[in-house]
């Protein structure tokens, strides 16, 4: 009966703060909302281990592909609404599984810190520890092709 505060996509995941009945309490938008359990699963991270300090959590080998806004597929939007042709966010794709939407990411290939991202997007080929890193341009997504990476996230 309350106010609908916006849409999840499918393996979209939130942290819930509690369980009453049949409803989760989240956290969306910044407001406190219910989600309904019949339309949920709890999952954990999976390929993660925490770090000691900062609760930096940490994924190695991690495939990770570039693509533009301008590949043929991909849409405007991401999972979670941002429009990539016209934001120049720094976005990377994940299984949600993996690396929970909305985490902030640092990329590192080769023990050197490639760049801080937010995870703003899903895709149908990220499964399980890939990742797409998103470009804006070109000549810079195809230098960077296909590289092993590890990924800090919180």
Same mark, same amino acid.
């Given at each position: 009966?309350?106010?609908?505060?916006?849409?999840?996509?499918?393996?979209?995941?939130?942290?819930?703060?509690?369980?009453? $009945?049949?409803?989760? %309490?989240? +956290?969306? #938008?910044?407001?406190? /909302?219910?989600?309904?359990?019949?339309?949920?699963?709890?999952? @954990?991270?999976?390929?993660?281990?925490?770090?000691?300090?900062?609760?930096?959590?940490?994924?190695?080998?991690?495939?990770?592909?570039?693509?533009?806004?301008?590949?043929?597929?991909?849409?405007?939007?991401?999972?979670? $609404?941002?429009?990539? %042709?016209? +934001?120049? #966010?720094?976005?990377? /794709?994940?299984?949600?599984?993996?690396?929970?939407?909305?985490? @902030?990411?640092?990329?590192?290939?080769?023990?050197?810190?490639?760049?801080?991202?937010?995870?703003?997007?899903?895709?149908?080929?990220?499964?399980?520890?890939?990742?797409?890193?998103?470009?804006?341009?070109?000549?810079?997504?195809?230098?960077?092709?296909?590289?092993?990476?590890?990924?800090?996230?919180?």
């Amino acid at each position: 009966s309350s106010k609908k505060l916006g849409l999840l996509y499918k393996n979209q995941t939130l942290s819930y703060k509690a369980k009453t $009945g049949n409803w989760y %309490k989240v +956290s969306y #938008k910044g407001k406190t /909302a219910y989600l309904s359990a019949s339309y949920s699963k709890v999952v @954990t991270s999976s390929g993660s281990k925490k770090q000691s300090t900062g609760g930096w959590k940490t994924v190695t080998n991690v495939s990770a592909t570039a693509y533009t806004p301008y590949d043929p597929g991909s849409g405007n939007l991401t999972a979670i $609404g941002w429009n990539i %042709k016209s +934001s120049k #966010k720094k976005v990377v /794709a994940v299984d949600p599984r993996v690396i929970p939407l909305r985490s @902030t990411v640092k990329v590192y290939y080769k023990g050197k810190l490639k760049g801080t991202y937010t995870a703003a997007d899903t895709g149908g080929a990220i499964k399980g520890k890939k990742m797409d890193i998103l470009y804006y341009s070109r000549s810079e997504a195809f230098n960077w092709g296909r590289r092993t990476v590890t990924v800090k996230y919180k």
